[in-house]
């Protein structure tokens, strides 16, 4: 059975940090990326960073700077560093796994920055 486990959400202050983790089950097979992306109220899921195999990133322009995507392949593990943490990074974080056949997805963290 395929899962992803997140944690680290919570709530933090504005200029705060949190880190978040994503352990994906072994039954995933071929995975080639790892990434997190965001959903916020009324609003669609964004991407906000992914990370391949190779270790070649992507982040989203607003997270830039801020956040830093790891991963521990030998544990199938995604990381997402988040610094100066703004009330717009407010939202639902999901980790995503990228395999050669489909997109697995985990069932979100809530992560809220006050001001």
């Known amino acids: 059975q395929v899962q992803l486990v997140e944690s680290g959400g919570g709530l933090v202050q504005a200029g705060g940090s949190l880190r978040l983790s994503c352990a994906a089950s072994d039954s995933i097979f071929s995975i080639r990326a790892m990434g997190w992306y965001r959903q916020a109220p009324g609003k669609q899921r964004d991407l906000v960073a992914v990370?391949?195999?190779?270790?070649?990133?992507n982040y989203a322009d607003s997270t830039k700077g801020r956040f830093t995507i790891s991963r521990d392949n030998a544990k199938n593990t995604v990381y997402l560093q988040m610094n100066s943490l703004k009330p717009d990074d407010t939202a639902v974080y999901y980790c995503a796994v990228y395999s050669s056949s489909r997109i697995y997805w985990g069932h979100g963290t809530q992560v809220t920055v006050s001001s």
């Open positions: 990370i391949t195999n190779e270790g070649d990133t």
